[in-house]
């Protein structure tokens, strides 16, 4: 996300407390790590592999399969580490980690893939940093995170209700361009994919963000309980937006793909 307000700690504890109910609810997370694993290249030969912020190893179990190799799954979260460790089948390693401080040796990946996590980093040029050090001369980084547009309809309903922030922040396109231009790869390549979900209720898309971890976390939000009438004024600004396929959540995905130059050390 665009501001250093993020607390790890929080964003640790409150994705561990999904663990058990990310993955019913990940429909839209499914689709866009997919989106992803399409775009990797299949003429290179990939022999060490790692999955940065890897919640309950759907990808990781997905690269495993798709390369035919043991893949490095790593969180910070503890508690989706743990379920992911349940989930898969022994031949995977699991690692518990920040992206901004990988426990890896320098130029020892080859792919390092991340879907939806690096948006939680405050740093992200530290992530990449990191992803480039890690990675042999050669090697690519696939991430998609989200971008400045996403959830634009609650962010908005919330504006109209007091100034708070109550959407967690996200990135501006170009400001995210800048970052993967100053990263140091010797290329890279950007696409935004734009997803719309709809909603019968307000309070299904709510209890949707609470169930990935996702709810907002930046510092600033209100503390406290959401008083009733402010829920109601919500809703109010919300549906006016409601269109016949019931109320939009808008996702902005930025698909990214790095590549580490063969003379870059
Ligand atoms: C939305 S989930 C995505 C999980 C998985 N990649 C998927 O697509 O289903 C985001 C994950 O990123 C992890 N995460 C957040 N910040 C992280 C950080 N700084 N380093 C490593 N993992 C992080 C969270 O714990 C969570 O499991």
């Known amino acids: 996300m665009s501001d250093a307000v993020i607390d ?8 561990s407390r999904a663990a058990g109910t990310y993955d019913q609810v990940a429909e839209l997370q499914r689709n866009v ?39 490095l799954g790593l969180d910070i979260a503890e508690g989706m580490l743990r379920y992911a460790r349940e989930q898969s089948p022994s031949g ?12 890896l040796r320098s130029a020892s990946q080859d792919l390092l893939f991340s879907s939806l996590a690096l948006q939680w980093c405050p740093q992200l040029p530290l992530a990449l940093n990191e992803a480039f ?20 309809e609650l962010r908005e309903a919330w504006q109209a209700v007091d100034g708070f922030v109550h959407v967690n922040r996200f990135m501006p ?4 361009q800048g970052i993967l231009a100053g990263a140091g790869f010797a290329s ?20 949707e963000l609470k169930a990935l971890g996702a709810h907002n976390l930046n510092a600033g939000r209100p503390s406290g309980l ?3 009438a ?22 902005q995905v930025a698909q990214v793909l790095l590549f580490k130059g063969l003379d870059q050390v």
Request: hydrophobic share 45%; with cysteine.
């Open 133 to 152: 050090r890690v990675l042999k001369p050669g090697g690519c980084m696939a991430f998609n995170t989200l971008v400045a547009g996403t959830l634009v």
């Open 33 to 71: 790590g997919s989106n992803l694993l399409g775009r990797l290249p299949d003429t290179v030969q990939f022999e060490a592999l790692a999955d940065i912020g890897c919640g309950t190893g759907y990808f990781t179990r997905a690269l495993a399969q798709r390369f035919a190799k043991p893949v």
């Open 8 to 15: 790890k700690q929080q964003v640790a504890a409150s994705f």
């Open 92 to 103: 995977l390693a699991w690692l518990a980690a920040d992206a901004e401080a990988l426990p």
């Open 230 to 251: 402010r829920l109601r004024a919500l809703t109010t600004a919300y549906e006016t937006r409601r269109q016949a396929t019931g109320l939009p959540a808008t996702y």
């Open 173 to 176: 396109l170009p400001q995210l």
């Open 226 to 228: 959401t008083g009733r």
């Open 188 to 207: 890279w390549h950007c696409e935004v994919e734009m997803h719309v979900l709809h909603y019968a209720q307000l309070s299904e898309l709510t209890h």
